[in-house]
């Protein structure tokens, strides 16, 4: 592996630049632009460079493709100093061979982890077969996959999309439709939306406009209007901002990932399923990252027994390819016709196919056992290693999708694991280190992850209060 990989990255990065590229420069930070992070979170603008920091030195290789990345790619992303070249199971290599213990996921995408021969196989199978024609016709991946979504869920219909913030994009129509197609009186519909603190929903403009963090929000405003942000988990705080004849749909995720691993009571999952009930919203579920076997449950909403009238889906369901999804009653879909929406790639046959074979296996009811069982070990581990660090305040979570919450940024901590070969991300304020890895991971390998960052920890000391 190692001397193909070396041959790819000298005949691809071993090169002059031409003449006609001179003048592309590395893109710099606005003075009062925040620092967005690879992993979502937002972290405090130092008076330093702008750089991230790097506390290991870097290959060749690795600077080559950094620079590269610098050079063309559009400045969007703080990456970590880190090139990625292979991965297997829970285990991923860069590009000098070097191993890491995968915690991360791709951001909870992979699920199976890395290279699953299963899932690999399949993926090959439809590749040969067709890869893609539209949705101008039918096809049997496509039509299997909604068909086993709808067998295994509340939902009664389905509509694909290419990723969690397109899946909430749809569900913002679909309930602008629902509304519409509901009321008699076309001058009084509902159009406005509930959406909650620490909420992260998309980035695109309508999902953009029901993020709670106004820093994404900001400089692209105006983003979609009559928005309303409540507090999370205040039960009193929903009944009232829940109006007939005006709230649409409420957008909630039952455990908030980026927000920082918050999980919602059933309380207040129930209240917002009454007052939506009372009041004619929709009631609108975002597992686009905590749901499909995540934790320990198939859907994240089984753990609470409250049903939603829309459920976004998008990450782990095709196993690390572009695939996003509404799940809708039957009563929501009604009102939507065709031409309503729509999409080119969304459903894929090659896409649909690698979603089937993720759910053949998350589905079994050991596998779902299994990531419970190891989400409690991951949280027993943690609490045991880590509880008496005076820099630690609560380990939270549900299966495998666990937030450590610190009194001070977990920067300094991702990175010393990154260092020691631990993957792992931020949530919350940048004071949450969050742990996602593929639901596949051994106790072993908990084992191993967890004392690395407790033996990582000290890089805490001396860090500012946040």
């Known amino acids: 592996m190692a001397s ?26 606005h003075k009062h632009e925040p620092f967005i992070s690879s992993c979502l979170v937002s972290e405090p603008q130092s008076k ?10 870097l290959s060749e290789k690795s600077k080559q493709v950094m620079e590269m990345e610098a050079k063309y790619l559009v400045g969007t992303y703080a990456r970590s100093p880190l090139v990625l070249a292979s991965g297997k199971g829970c285990k991923l ?24 021969p299963d899932w ?37 219909r389905v509509f694909f999309t290419n990723s969690g913030t397109e899946a909430n994009e749809a569900a913002i129509k679909f309930a602008r439709k629902f509304q519409r197609h ?11 939306f509930i959406s909650f603190t620490n909420s992260f929903h998309g980035r695109t403009m309508g999902a953009l406009a029901l993020t709670s963090k106004e820093h994404y929000r900001i400089p692209f405003e105006p983003v979609m209007p009559g928005v309303t942000f409540i507090e999370y988990g205040n039960v009193e705080e929903a009944k009232k ?10 957008f909630v995720e039952p455990i908030q990932g980026e927000g920082g691993i918050y999980s919602a009571t059933k309380e207040f999952l129930q209240v917002l399923r009454n007052a939506c009930n009372d009041s004619g919203a929709l009631l609108v579920f975002d597992e686009v990252q905590c749901g499909l076997g995540r934790t320990g449950h198939l859907w994240a909403h089984e753990a609470y027994g409250v049903l939603p009238d829309l459920m976004t889906l998008a990450k782990p369901l095709a196993g690390g390819l572009p695939i996003g999804a509404v799940l809708a009653t039957e ?7 065709y031409g309503d929406h729509g999409s080119t790639f969304a459903g894929s046959p090659l896409v649909c196919h690698a979603a089937l074979k993720v759910l053949d296996k998350i589905q079994e009811l050991e596998f779902l056992t299994n990531v419970a069982r190891k989400g409690l070990y991951l949280k027993e581990l943690l609490n045991l290693k880590l509880g008496g660090n005076p820099h630690v305040k609560e ?34 304020k940048g004071n949450v280190v969050r742990l996602v890895p593929p639901l596949i991971i051994s106790e072993e390998e908990l084992e191993q992850a967890t004392e690395v960052i407790k033996k990582c920890l000290p890089a805490l000391d001396g860090n500012n209060t946040n």
Request: net charge neutral; charged share 20%; aromatic share 4%.
């Open 331 to 337: 009563r929501v879909a009604a009102a939507i016709n």
């Open 93 to 116: 290599y860069d590009v000098d061979g070097k191993e890491y213990l995968d915690m991360a996921a791709g951001i909870a995408v992979n699920s199976l982890g890395h290279c699953d």
């Open 241 to 250: 901002a829940i109006v007939s004849g005006r709230t649409a749909a409420v």
């Open 4 to 29: 193909s990989l070396s041959s790819f990255l000298d005949k691809t990065l071993i090169s002059p630049p031409t003449a006609t590229n001179h003048h592309r420069r590395p893109r710099k930070l």
């Open 48 to 57: 330093g460079p702008t750089k991230p920091a790097v506390s290991v030195s």
């Open 182 to 192: 509901s009321k008699a009186d076309k001058n009084q519909v509902a159009t406005e």
């Open 395 to 428: 380990v939270r979570g549900l299966g495998l999708i666990v937030g450590i919450e610190l009194d001070v940024s977990a920067s300094p901590l991702v990175d010393a694991c990154r260092d020691s070969g631990l993957l792992v991300l931020t949530a919350g």
């Open 120 to 156: 690999v196989q399949a993926v090959a199978e439809q590749a040969a077969t067709v890869t893609h024609v539209s949705n101008v016709y039918y096809s049997i991946p496509q039509v299997n996959l909604a068909k086993r979504l709808v067998d295994s869920s509340f939902a009664d």
